[in-house]
Nanobody
């Protein structure tokens, strides 16, 4: 297990941008997956993007073109850059990690370590 702490959420107007960060409590000994999820009130948690240790990234189709994800050189920090935000992007955003993952998906069931979340609110 690893502890994850998200930051960077806030309130923005539609069309604005935010960059979320997630810091892991330790480095990973080998291949790993980190991912972003979000959950709006009354809705199920949904995948946003995933990032493999080797750099391969996956973004869900509905967010392609507006969202990118990356990890820093240490692989401990995961970023989510969100542009042209819409009110429907309002949600709690969570970071998750699969410390031994090699194929990184945006399925919540793959991930065993979760952060507490950071709130993103987009007003029209």
């Amino acid at each position: 297990q690893v502890q994850l702490v998200e930051s960077g959420g806030g309130s923005v107007q539609a069309g604005g941008s935010l960059r979320l960060s997630c810091v892991a409590s330790r480095t990973f000994p080998g291949p790993s997956c980190m991912a972003w999820f979000r959950q709006a009130p009354g809705k199920e948690r949904e995948g946003v993007a995933a990032n493999a240790h080797g750099g391969m990234t996956t973004v869900v189709d509905s967010l392609k073109g507006r969202v990118t994800t990356s990890r820093d050189a240490s692989k401990k920090v995961l970023y989510l850059q969100m542009n042209n935000l819409e009110p429907d992007d309002t949600a709690m955003y969570y970071c998750a990690a699969d410390i031994r993952g090699t194929t990184c998906s945006t399925a919540p069931g793959q991930y065993t370590s979760w952060g507490q979340g950071t709130q993103v609110t987009v007003s029209s």
